[in-house]
């Protein structure tokens, strides 16, 4: 949906799932530091806020966005998580460069979505500029780190509640 339509940090929290016995890992890009660093505040205080232990939710840090693919392959298969939260920025400049990174982390994160069971969310913003990006990691278009954290708890009550039936 797009932001214009709805604010990235609004939700209803009655229809959140209580994140106390979950682990989540959130895997930050470097690149564009200044917007990746409010997208994980919003990711790490929701889950927070909805009962994720301090101590389970795993930070971690790769260079730039194309990174996280890796990155995110990596924790799964080495930490004993529950989901990953993938968080980067991509900004359009005056190359293709642009699209083959935006293009290149959409199917890194959807193929490892069909290799895993555990959920892996998609949080990084593709925008034509700065302002847009800022504008989606808290400010007027709220936070993509919020909706990325209630994506997790959500995906992940939805697989529990699934493998038990």
């Excluded at 990174?67 to 924790?75: D, N, Q, V």
């Excluded at 190359?95 to 895993?116: E, K, L």
């Amino acid at each position: 949906m797009a932001t214009a339509y709805h604010n990235l940090s609004s939700y209803d929290p009655e229809t959140v799932p209580d994140g106390k016995d979950m682990i989540i890992s959130i895997v930050v890009s470097e690149w564009n530091e200044t917007v990746t660093t409010s997208l994980l505040h919003g990711a790490y205080n929701t889950l927070v806020k909805h009962g994720v232990k301090k101590e389970n939710i795993l930070v971690d840090f790769v260079p730039g966005s194309f990174e996280l693919i890796f990155g995110s392959k990596h924790i799964a298969e080495s930490k004993d998580i529950d989901a990953v939260i993938a968080l980067g920025c991509v900004v359009r400049g005056d190359t293709p460069h642009f699209d083959y990174v935006c293009s290149s982390v959409a199917q890194g994160i959807a193929d490892m979505n069909i290799r895993y069971d555990i959920p892996f969310i998609f949080g990084l913003l593709t925008t034509d500029n700065m302002q847009q990006a800022e504008e989606r990691a808290g400010g007027c278009h709220g936070n993509k780190g919020d909706e990325c954290a209630i994506a997790a708890l959500k995906m992940i009550e939805f697989y529990r509640r699934n493998l038990e039936e």
